[in-house]
């Protein structure tokens, strides 16, 4: 993680766990219940860090775990059709092989979780953007 390309940036969405592998399986992500807007923001090389609250979207049994690893591939959102009333938006990425792991165990050692106490807070908006050594912390983790 030293040399990293001018203007990379690091990346974790949540996203629960069968659209994490949904997303795995079809080579992209997704953000914001498949709306475009922050999708936009990840460029190619930028590096994704999943974290999955739940199994499913509605319900679900508890997860708490970062769950997958991406590099950016595409340029730019394109809308996939999934059904009549659902056409999401999606952005092309390469995943890499990675162990699942706890997420609680790590939180007093990132600098974005404010409040270990509330240490969930942060993931509640999604997609967002995280400094390097956040980012290279939950890796070294998840590829030991």
């Not at 730019?76 to 609680?104: E, G, I, M, N």
Request: aromatic share 12%.
């Amino acid at each position: 993680m030293n040399d990293v390309p001018s203007g990379q940036r690091f990346w974790i969405n949540t996203v629960s766990l069968d659209h994490v592998e949904a997303a795995i399986e079809g080579g992209f992500t997704q953000a914001d219940h498949g709306a475009g807007t922050r999708l936009r923001q990840p460029s190619p090389g930028d590096e994704m860090i999943f974290y999955s609250p739940r199994t499913s979207l509605r319900g679900g049994a508890p997860v708490r775990q970062f769950t997958a690893w991406a590099t950016i591939t595409g340029e730019k959102p394109y809308q996939a059709y999934v059904s009549d009333d659902f056409r999401p938006w999606r952005l092309a990425a390469s995943f890499h092989a990675c162990t699942r792991v706890d997420a609680k165990p790590l939180v007093g050692q990132l600098s974005f979780v404010a409040d270990p106490a509330h240490w969930g807070l942060p993931f509640r908006r999604g997609l967002f953007a995280i400094p390097q050594q956040d980012f290279a912390t939950i890796l070294a983790h998840m590829t030991a």
